[in-house]
């Protein structure tokens, strides 16, 4: 193997991988409208914004390893080598650490993580991640790839189905 190739591959179809950008989008504009320490909203899902751009506190592919690093206190508050991001599940495994869950879409909001979104296309969420994010004592979106696919713009609400905690 080659000392450049990831050791993790993802295996995201392309309507989740897209599902989860379009995601992305609405909510780091939202954030973006709002301003810094102010609050956001897409409808009944409100945070404050206390990160500037490009990410505004909304994290892709936000990885979640035990003693609580990544939520109680988030990467970029952690470490300084996470500044503006969150560590790759390859940057983890080669530092000896494997993350215990790797959340789809994480919102920061006062040095913490507070809501955990999945996107979710084949399968539910896994009842262990379920179990984790109850235990974070965060809150939990599970949100249909085909809903964030059938919009026309972003939407003023996320049904309140989709709230799992």
């Known amino acids: ?20 950008g379009a995601l992305l ?6 954030a973006s409208t709002a301003g810094y320490d102010h609050e956001a909203r897409l409808g009944r ?6 990160r500037g751009g490009p990410h505004y506190g909304i994290w892709s592919e936000y990885p979640i390893v035990a003693g609580g690093n990544g939520n109680e206190r988030v990467w970029d508050e952690l470490d300084e080598r996470w500044f503006g991001r969150p560590p790759s599940y390859d940057e ?9 869950a790797i959340f789809d879409i994480a919102i920061q909001e006062r040095g913490r993580l507070s809501v955990a979104i999945e ?5 539910p969420i896994d009842p262990l991640k379920r179990g984790l994010v109850r235990k974070l004592g965060m809150e939990l979106i599970e949100v249909p790839a ?8 972003r ?5 309140d189905e989709f709230w799992l905690l």
């Open 1 to 20: 193997m080659s000392e450049l190739a990831p050791l993790h591959t993802s295996l995201e179809s392309l309507a989740h991988r897209t599902a989860k």
């Open 25 to 30: 989008l609405w909510l780091r504009d939202a």
């Open 45 to 50: 899902l409100a945070w404050r914004v206390n």
């Open 92 to 100: 983890l495994v080669i530092g000896g650490v494997r993350p215990m």
């Open 119 to 123: 996107i979710r296309h084949k399968h």
């Open 146 to 153: 085909y809903w964030v696919l059938g919009q026309v713009e």
């Open 155 to 159: 939407p003023g609400e996320i049904p």
